[in-house]
T-cell receptor, first 113, second 112 residues
């Protein structure tokens, strides 16, 4: 089984809808991250969490919110989706004690019409 | 904040030729540096990482990278390209207790 899983893998929604993307990990890492990937822009950090009680905004947090329900779960929400949030979304985890290498999920392709 | 610049959004080489993907970083503290690879329709996979030990780092699939502090560079190389190396490559920098920043990516094409 994969160490970092994301659901759903693909989602098409309409402008104004609320969307939640979920991430689960079995690596036992404290740190979790949400990124979006757009062609030519690489990965940009949306939010990150260094433990269950710690949530931090990344480079592009506007329009997004997160919830760290447990050490193993980190959800990303779009309260009112807009077309320019169409992108590939990745969850990642890391463990500072192991040089903070990040391990990525398979991604969620989100299309907002 | 730390940042990464990848020179060249697209690199094309012939099979068997040298692969050189360039990465320059900016960091206020000694950084951790990473190269990740993304194959089509997949997530990112770690190729190699620099964590302040040896400056020449060897990774998977025959890739290596050299940390040069004086040049603030961490270029990725492979002596002989294979068709299977075609992918997008991302350089990233982390300042330990800070978040990781990624470059915009370099798409590598390998011609037969």
């Amino acid at each position: 089984d994969a160490d970092v899983t994301q659901t759903p893998r693909n989602r098409i929604t309409k402008t104004g809808k609320r969307i939640m993307l979920e991430c689960s990990q079995t690596k036992g890492h404290d740190r979790m991250y949400w990124y979006r990937q757009d062609p030519g822009l690489g990965l940009r950090l949306i939010y990150y969490s260094f433990d269950v009680k710690d949530i931090n905004k990344g480079e592009i947090s506007d329009g997004y919110s997160v919830s760290r329900q447990a050490q193993a779960k980190f959800s990303l929400s779009l309260e009112s989706a807009i077309p320019n949030q169409t992108a590939l979304y990745f969850c990642a985890t890391s463990d500072l004690a192991r040089t903070d290498t990040q391990y990525f999920g398979p991604g969620t392709r989100l299309t907002v019409l | 904040a730390q940042s990464v610049t990848q020179l060249g959004s697209h690199v094309s080489v012939s099979e068997g030729a040298l692969v050189l993907l360039r990465c320059n970083y900016s960091s206020s503290v000694p950084p951790y540096l990473f190269w990740y690879v993304q194959y089509p329709n997949q997530g990112l996979q770690l190729l190699l990482k620099y964590t302040s030990a040896a400056t020449l780092v060897k990774g998977i699939n025959g890739f290596e990278a050299e940390f040069k502090k004086s040049e603030t560079s961490f270029h990725l190389t492979k002596p002989s390209a294979h068709m299977s190396d075609a992918a997008e490559y991302f350089c990233a920098v982390s300042e330990r207790n800070n978040d990781m920043r990624f470059g915009a990516g370099t798409r590598l094409t390998v011609k037969p």
